[in-house]
């Protein structure tokens, strides 16, 4: 058994669909309900129901596909050729819904929001099952994960700048949007293809075919798991809570409107740097420590934004800096453990199901990002805030604006530290629960 990955020209490979599907994310979570909000008369409270909607509907789909990405299988593989043949779905989803018409309604909404949310989903499982297979080894992983991440992060840069540069002022014409719609439209299915196209597909260690309900009955048993999936829940909660309300923050609570997108671009410039950082600290510390100590970090740090005001934009821009070295850390280190503790009920069940419990995390992911706008925009219009950057806003409602955003996520990262601290499958642990996967075969 070796820890060495595969060579950095695959990986690289590897990675390039990331780009085009981190394009996707942020701006469907971020600049997507306060652009509706704003040139389509919805209120936050209804984008958020959407939102949470669409969410649990993924309760179906996640599963689903994570079982038909395990059990699917063509001569390009069961990775390879599943992931490959969703792009045109996901592709045509974003396009729409980053693309509405001027009449577009909360129907319109839902219903591209649902469509986008499954082939999304289609996409994103087979890919990173792919991912968790490609490397085997308990460092090889984190490197693996350092390049999808780093390539998620330069996504996310693209899906920053585009739509600030063709401008969110109104919904008419080839606005922002529609800029990442056509972007996405193009590279997702040209990526996906040269992906397939240039990275073998992993080596199958299943021993026999579990039933849906059996391989349910052995994830619940996986301790491990459960332990991170907790962790994971907590934290990306705590995530997608300022990330729901870094629009409003930015142009309400510092009255900067006009820095939005380049605090966001600097934000997430800085998680690029932090990716090599979370590598070489899980080199030195292992995993979980490694993200243990990063999330205690940015409790520390992110709380200063409380006590931020009006024209503090300097100090929020040291913030910034500083939580998105540590993003790197989040996004690259708890995908690698995940890939770990399959192994973990690879060798008790008899069957790879990294399909299945990527479901699992994706879920996770999204029901973070839905009950995070379910419960912080119901909040804030119950405080009276208006969501139309123009408007002014009572004293009351900025106060509870910097409240969630600063403070609510803290007391989750901190439940998230106290599971992980002492977890249980480090690197020896790993390098011999490795060995027993691949001695069974």
């Not at 043949?85 to 909360?106: H, N, R, V």
């Not at 932090?274 to 979980?288: D, E, N, Q, R, S």
Request: net charge neutral.
């Amino acid at each position: 058994m070796t820890d060495q990955a595969p060579a950095s020209a695959r990986l690289a490979f590897y990675a390039l669909p990331a780009i085009p599907m981190a394009a996707i994310a942020l701006p469907f979570y971020i600049v997507l309900p306060t652009f509706y909000a704003d040139h389509f008369a919805m209120s936050l409270a209804t984008i958020g129901a959407v939102l949470l909607g669409i969410r649990l509907i993924d309760a179906i789909t996640d599963p689903l596909f994570g079982w038909l990405s395990d059990r699917v299988r063509s001569r390009f593989g069961r990775r390879r050729f599943f992931f490959l043949i969703s792009t045109p779905l996901t592709a045509l989803a974003a396009f729409m819904l980053f693309w509405p018409p001027e009449d577009a309604g909360i129907g319109y909404l839902a219903f591209w929001g649902v469509a986008l949310s499954i082939g999304a989903t289609w996409s994103l499982l087979p890919y990173t099952a792919w991912g968790a297979e490609l490397a085997t080894g308990y460092q090889a992983r984190v490197k693996l994960s350092a390049w999808r991440e780093g390539a998620t992060l330069v996504g996310s840069l693209i899906a920053i700048t585009l739509p600030f540069v063709g401008g969110l002022d109104t919904a008419v014409g080839f606005h922002g949007l529609a800029w990442i719609a056509v972007f996405i439209a193009v590279a997702l299915p040209l990526a996906g293809l040269l992906a397939v196209a240039n990275v073998p597909e992993p080596v199958d260690f299943s021993r026999r075919k579990l039933s849906l309900r059996e391989g349910f009955r052995h994830l619940r048993a996986n301790g491990p798991f459960l332990r991170l999936a907790s962790a994971f829940l907590l934290n990306s909660f705590a995530n997608a809570i300022p990330a729901s309300l870094f629009i409003y923050f930015v142009g309400q609570r510092l009255g900067a409107p006009a820095m939005q997108g380049p605090l966001l671009f600097t934000y997430f410039l800085c998680a690029i740097a932090g990716v090599p950082l979370a590598v070489a600290t899980a080199k030195c510390l292992g995993k979980h420590r490694a993200w243990c100590f990063a999330m205690f970090l940015a409790c520390a740090v992110f709380s200063v934004a409380g006590f931020l005001g009006e024209g503090d934009v300097l100090a929020f821009t040291i913030v910034c800096v500083v939580t998105g070295l540590l993003l790197g850390f989040d996004l690259t280190l708890p995908p690698a453990i995940q890939a770990d503790v399959i192994d973990n009920d690879t060798v008790s069940s008899g069957e790879q199901r990294s399909g299945l419990y990527f479901a699992a995390w994706s879920f996770i992911t999204k029901l973070a990002v839905a009950l995070s706008a379910g419960i912080v925009f119901p909040l804030l219009d119950l405080a009276g805030f208006i969501g139309d950057q123009t408007a002014t806003q009572t004293p009351e409602a900025l106060t509870t604006l910097t409240a969630l955003y600063a403070f609510l996520p803290i007391l989750p990262k901190l439940v998230a530290i106290a599971l992980m601290w002492n977890f249980s499958l480090d690197e020896a642990a790993h390098h011999r629960l490795r060995s027993s996967v691949e001695g069974q075969t």
